[in-house]
Structures are given as structure tokens and as C-alpha cells.
């Protein structure tokens, strides 16, 4: 059985029962950001086949007795050249490292080669032997007719496949509580500015506009105070406008949970985006100018 999660509070890809076959305890548990990129699927898929990690990373003799991998089913990293350019791969099973951090979507097999680098050596990186030894034992452990428990969980606070930018969108309020009551009240809306010179009035919110973004996650929603995530910014601010600026900071992180969790532990990040293709971690956070005269502004939430 394999169950897919949104979020793993060990800020992993997956968990997979090393050689489960072997009792029958073929579970494993993958974070969905990590099933394509990475393909963390298969990988924990294949320790449930008995399949190793690579030589670099592994540790055969690190389980009991009778759940070891196998020693000759590790994963490969192999390298190929083209035109004296060099490029570093991984098999599914395999662990990226500064040399080899092109993943590849094939599992180790000293009979296959790609972009001219073999994918496995015979005696220790072989996944497919064992994948076609073990695959009637596998077929043979149930037929899924059992019922799964079904249980609920509290809302995420994050958005997934799709990507959003912020701009100052004109909103009719006469007063400052007008401004920001709608601010309040608006799931798109992140902050307000409001401004008055004599008869003239006008409202701005920081406004999100989504689009759709395969593997590209995002946070706070907007519309769940509880996912509030600058809880330092103060309710109001007289004379300054409020806006939104990228914090210099553009880590690599291996998964949205953990793009997450850096915003919350970055001083003033109100907003975070992780892209799973590249794993790059982006944060947000507020600024308010020092020199806008009658104006008022602040934040959706505080």
C-alpha cells in the first residue's frame, strides 16, 4: 500500500518497508511533491522489492536479519560524455550528490545504458533482477478488498499547482475600516493601503492573482488567518504604504514542507513559493515606505 501526503513533519520525500515482501508489510508513504520529481514512488516502491540505495549511501548491514536489501540491487550513479561535457545521473534507487544530480527514470540494470552510461554493473547495481524475481511474490500477498480506516485532517495551509503575484488593485472604501474590513473579507487579498487628501479618498489592496503552475506550491492561503505567517507586522501604519518585496534569500530545499518551515523560521516572511522542478525556496515579505504623507496601511491579518 502506498500512501501519498501533503506534508511530512520529517521534511522527507518518502518512507518505503525494506524487503516487506518478506512478511507481507509492503507499506510506504511518499510526499506528493516528490512522486514525479524525484520519483519517490518508485524508490519506495523498490525497497519494498528489496532494492538498495547506491554504493555511495548505503548501508546493507543497517536492518535485521531477515530485511536486509539485497546486496547486488543498489541503486547506480554513472556518468556520461558528449562533446567533453560531462553529466552526472542517478537510477530511482540512488541518491544525488554534488557529482551526480541528474535524476534518471530507470531503475539499476547492467543491460541497459542511456546517453551511452550503464545504468547498472553486474554483482551490485541490478534493480531489475530482483523487481522480475520478486514480482509473483509480490502479485501474491493480497487483492486490496480489504476497507482502509478512512480519517480527516485540519485544512493545509498551502496551494498547490499554480503560482501567484501580488499588485495594488483600486478598491472603493471611503474610510480606513471600509479599506481594511475588505481586505479582511477578500480571499485575495494579502494587505491595504488608504489614502486622503481633503475630498479625495482611495483604497488600494495587495492583491494575489493565480495562474496555473504544474509542481509549484505556495503559502499562506490568504483566506485562513490561522496560516498568517508575519505575525511581527504591526495592525497599522500612519504615513507608509505597504507593499511586498522578495527577501534575498533563494535556497534549494527538498520539498514544499520545508520551504515552509524556513519561512516560518526567517524574521518577517509573510509569503513562500517552492518549485518542484527546480526546488527552489522564494519568500516574500512586507515593506512599508517612510514618506507617503495620508496614508494609512497594513496587513490583511496581525
Known amino acids: ?50 532494492l538498495a540505495h547506491d554504493n555511495k549511501t548505503n548501508n546493507i548491514t543497517g536492518f535485521t536479519a531477515n530485511k536486509r536489501p539485497y546486496v547486488d540491487a543498489q541503486g547506480q550513479l554513472f556518468e556520461t560524455a558528449v562533446w567533453n561535457f560531462k553529466r552526472g545521473y542517478y537510477t530511482i534507487m540512488a541518491y544525488p550528490n554534488q557529482s551526480f544530480n541528474w535524476p534518471v527514470n530507470h531503475y539499476s540494470n547492467p543491460a541497459i545504458k542511456y546517453r551511452g552510461g550503464s545504468t547498472g554493473i553486474i554483482g551490485m547495481s541490478n534493480n531489475a533482477k530482483y523487481l522480475t524475481i520478486n514480482r509473483f511474490a509480490m502479485a501474491a500477498l493480497g487483492d486490496e478488498s480489504e476497507a482502509c480506516e478512512v480519517t480527516t485532517t485540519t485544512s493545509s495551509c498551502t496551494e498547490e499547482n499554480e503560482n501567484r503575484y501580488f499588485y495594488p488593485k483600486s478598491v472603493s472604501a471611503s474610510t480606513i475600516e ?73 535556497d534549494l530545499v527538498p520539498s514544499y514542507s520545508a520551504c515552509e518551515a524556513k519561512c516560518k523560521t526567517t524574521t518577517g516572511c509573510a509569503h513562500w513559493s517552492w518549485t518542484a522542478m527546480t526546488e527552489v525556496c522564494t519568500m516574500q515579505k512586507y515593506v512599508y515606505s517612510q514618506s507617503w504623507i495620508n496614508y494609512v496601511s497594513g496587513p490583511k491579518f496581525c
Not at 38 to 49: M, Q, S, T
Not at 205 to 210: G, I, K, M
Request: net charge negative.
Open 1 to 50: 500500500a502506498m500512501l501519498l501526503i501533503e506534508h511530512s513533519s520529517e521534511l522527507i520525500c518518502g518512507r518505503g518497508e525494506v524487503n516487506g515482501i518478506l512478511d507481507g508489510d509492503t507499506t510506504s508513504i511518499v510526499t506528493k511533491s516528490c512522486v514525479f520529481h524525484r520519483y519517490a514512488f518508485g524508490h519506495e516502491l523498490g525497497h519494498n522489492f528489496g
Open 178 to 250: 471600509e479599506c481594511k474590513g475588505k481586505c479582511a473579507n477578500d480571499d485575495k487579498c494579502t494587505g491595504w493601503n488608504h489614502y486622503e487628501w481633503g475630498w479625495y479618498k482611495s483604497c488600494y489592496h495587495l492583491q494575489a492573482v493565480t495562474y496555473p503552475a504544474d509542481g509549484v506550491f505556495w503559502g499562506p492561503k490568504l483566506a485562513n488567518k490561522a496560516c498568517h505567517m508575519d505575525t511581527s507586522a504591526p495592525c497599522m501604519n500612519e504615513k507608509k504604504w505597504l507593499y511586498l518585496v522578495h527577501i534575498p534569500i533563494a
